[in-house]
């Protein structure tokens, strides 16, 4: 297993400070990392984004780029669906 940070979080089901406490730890290490999600998890990722900013606003983390569109899925059922997407991208601020 690699040891190299990665710089993207994915949004599911876990708890919403989950992903806050793994999103500040992979910007301790490194200076942006994207937050993505899709359907009915873009909520929760539009959350992790605004606690980060908000509470950590002394401690110099803003949001960056916000990027969203849709992809393309086939349901179980076998027809296609197109279902929403979003990253948003938080980073350090320039000291």
């Known amino acids: ?13 876990k708890p919403l400070m989950a992903y806050v406490t793994s999103t500040l730890i992979q910007l301790a290490n490194i200076p942006s ?13 539009v959350d992790v984004a605004q606690i980060i ?11 960056g780029e916000i990027k969203i569109g849709s992809e393309s899925l086939e349901s179980q059922d076998g ?6 997407t979003i990253e948003i991208e938080v980073k350090r601020n320039q000291a």
């Open 53 to 63: 900013a908000r509470k950590t606003e002394n401690a110099g983390y803003s949001i």
């Open 79 to 84: 027809r296609t669906r197109n279902v929403s």
């Open 1 to 13: 297993m690699s040891t190299e940070a990665r710089d993207t979080i994915f949004i599911g089901k």
């Open 33 to 45: 990392v994207n937050i993505k999600a899709r359907g009915l998890s873009i909520g929760r990722a």
